[in-house]
């Protein structure tokens, strides 16, 4: 009936439509009820939803909480952060111990910078043609043929040109050009640190580029860098490394050093994600037993759902390892699972492996149960999917009860809309009757 138009009571009778409103009212009852039962059966699907969502809460948790590494984890502190940092790559190798790390050089990369350079970069570099051949760690990366001739852009002459030439061949060495305030010179730097990425630099034909320059072999002041590995000392052997970083001077651990200097490593074992993950399991137990509480209660949505109270009793049942370590108990007021946390603590620098084993066993009493639970065939999904069917089933009867009223509010529009043409007919019957006879009494009054 939303959003017709009737135009009704034209001859001044009867309101019709009136009378369609109070008919619809009457017949639509049923249907209400049925959009009740929906309504109802919507707020107990939304509860399940939200009470899987505090499930799922719960086993993330708990995949934290017995993750293999959750106990083996390891941090680092350092005494001198200005000569190295230093990080845990692998909790299992890493032993927790003090490593005095004494720093004794750091890795560099070869660098070369011609002693002399042009004044312009519009002028070319030498004044014959010649050829430049680049080695990297023993293997030529570049041959580079170059020309004096600036208008000839076949080869390049000028230093700008030299570098991209140089850039554009390959990518172990970075050719630049810098301005000393007075004159442009070209420098190159190898891209990789280690002793092993050394830079070669020879002139071959009658050119004259290098000499110019005054860079390369024949130079030796050119090579203003030279590459070298990084060296460590640690329990009194020497270690290098080509880079700034020691995978493999300390098991499980990575060093990067920063200055020549001393530093102290200690390695200790790291609680702290293991207990943040114990309360986070904590907490969503609780969620669902505030959950349950709330909406499974006497006047709750879900009151008389057995299932919920189930769950809540099959997880805390299957907590019990934890329980047999006395670090949880159970408020019997609220039903919440409180945490010892001193106890704990005892445990972990004491007893890990008891903790360990009490993990272990929450993982093997847990782990299938969850995955049973949080699977579209478990409890709370199975009673979602029944309401959902239940919520169809009401809408077909909505729509086919709405249906069959639509057709018989217009068929009964029909009737009316002829009787107040019938009637409109009298009543122009009766004013003919009236004004011919002047009798009007005669009839009967409507």
Known sequence: MAGELYISNLAGTFDYQEILNLYYQSQSAPI??????????????????????NIQKFYEAFNSLTSSYELEKKNVSISNP????ANVLDPLSAQEGSYTVEVNQLAKNDVWLSQKGVSSLSDPVSTTSGQLTIEYEGQSVAVVDYDEDTSDNTKPSTLTEIANAINSSQDKVVASVIFDGSSYRLLLSGKDTGEKATISIKETGNG????NLEL???????????????KITLFGAEINSSTNTFEDAIPGVKITVNSIGTSVINVQADYSQFRNDLTSLINAYNAIVDFISDKAGKDGVLSGDNTLYTVRSSLLSKMQSLFDLGILSVDKD??????????????????????????????????????????????????????????EQIEDRIDFM???????????????????????????LRAKIASTFGTPTLLPKS
């Open 32 to 53: 209400n009820l049925l959009k009740s039962q929906e309504s109802k059966l919507s707020e107990k699907e939304s509860a399940l939803k939200e009470f899987n969502s």
């Open 82 to 85: 200005s000569v190295l940092s």
């Open 208 to 211: 004259d580029l290098l000499d």
């Open 216 to 230: 390369g072999d024949n130079y030796s002041e050119s090579h203003v860098q030279v590459a070298q590995d990084a």
């Open 334 to 391: 609220t039903g919440h699972v409180n945490l010892n946390t001193s106890k704990l603590d005892t445990l972990l620098s004491q007893n890990l492996t008891e903790v360990k084993t009490a993990v272990s066993n929450l993982r093997n009493s847990l782990q299938d149960y969850l995955v049973f639970l949080t699977s579209p065939e478990g409890p709370i999904n199975s009673e979602i999917k029944s309401l959902e069917s239940a919520k």
């Open 402 to 428: 709405t249906k069959m009223l639509n057709e018989q509010l217009e068929e009964f529009k029909k009737q009316l809309i002829q009787v107040q043409l019938l009637q409109t007919k009298m009543e122009e």
